[in-house]
């Protein structure tokens, strides 16, 4: 099933915060993050594993709560470079060794000067 | 590194006809997706090769798509007849292993069918 993604869309002006949220109904093994920009091949950005850790790099991060099946992407002090799509993709075991990829709907990003 | 490659990057055809898409995964990466993305949406899962065989087509529409990867290493999608809701881009993506490892994705094919 679709993970469902939160806000839908959002706008911010240069430097201010932002949070995305992703929920899935099924039991995760894993959580990645992919921004796409128009036209462009989608960017990977993180993966979170099953544990509920958190990752991060430079001013982007992400956690995965495993019991609540949700994952949160952190987008702090926002720079221009940071608008495009951002989709998050969950992973579930999908036999023979397989584990299945299923995208959200996107969250549109745009950071204004 | 050379990253996945994918072509042709654009292709127009009429309904009814056929069209295929090629793509090369990166250089050791046993495991191959295809995703059909159509606008407004997130990719959503083809098929997926580990190697030369298929692991996951249960997406698949196969009265009219169907793939391969023959020796293991670059793959080839096909539609035939086209329709016009198969309007889309289509990605290919690699993984070095065949669990829940990072995909990395290819420029795309961007189909229009009239």
């Known amino acids: 099933q679709q993970p469902v993604q939160s806000p839908q869309a959002v706008i911010l002006r240069e430097g201010e915060d932002a949070v995305i949220n992703c929920s899935s109904s099924k039991a995760l093994y894993s959580v990645h993050w992919y921004r796409q920009k128009h036209g462009e091949a989608p960017v990977f950005l993180m993966i979170l594993l099953k544990g509920g850790e958190q990752k991060g790099h430079d001013k982007i991060s992400a956690s995965f709560n495993e019991k609540k099946q949700q994952s949160s992407l952190y987008l702090t002090a926002s720079q221009l470079s940071y608008s495009g799509t951002y989709f998050c993709?969950?992973?579930?075991?999908?036999?023979?060794?397989?584990?299945?990829?299923?995208f959200g709907k996107g969250t549109k990003l745009s950071v204004i000067p | 590194e050379a990253g996945v490659a994918q072509s042709p990057r654009y292709k127009i055809i009429e309904k009814r006809q056929s069209v295929a898409f090629w793509c090369n995964p990166i250089s050791g990466h046993a495991t191959l997706y295809w995703y059909q993305q159509i606008l407004g949406q997130g990719p959503k899962l083809l098929i997926q090769f580990q190697n030369n065989g298929v692991v996951d087509d249960s997406q698949l529409p196969k009265d009219r798509f169907s793939a391969e990867r023959l020796k293991g290493v670059d793959s080839t999608l096909k539609i035939q007849p086209a329709k016009l809701e198969d309007s889309a881009v289509y990605l290919c993506a690699s993984s070095f292993s065949l669990g829940a490892d990072t995909q990395y994705f290819g420029p795309g094919t961007r189909l229009t069918v009239l």
């Open positions: 993709g969950t992973s579930a075991y999908s036999g023979a060794g397989s584990y299945q990829l299923t």
